[in-house]
């Protein structure tokens, strides 16, 4: 039961950006000229304009060891 969770719990960390927010098909949202990168135990919070009235707000959080979580993202 143990090794289930952690193997879970390991699908919400990524090594690099793209795949994190790739994993949640975000990729598209990401401006790195505007946005550039993640500093280590940061997140950073954007907000997508995806057509609707409010875009979708998006954050991503980048560990001291320079994984990233899965993004967390809703409308807005």
């Known amino acids: 039961m143990t090794e289930t969770i952690k193997g879970d719990a390991e699908m919400n960390w990524f090594n690099t950006l793209n795949e994190a927010l790739e994993s949640e098909n975000l990729l598209h949202t990401w401006d790195a000229i505007r946005f550039g990168g993640i500093e280590y135990d940061n997140s950073f919070s954007y907000t997508y304009d995806d057509g609707t009235k409010y875009g979708?707000?998006?954050?991503?959080?980048?560990d001291n060891t320079g994984r990233y979580e899965r993004p967390i993202h809703y409308s807005r």
């Open 56 to 62: 979708r707000y998006i954050t991503i959080y980048r």
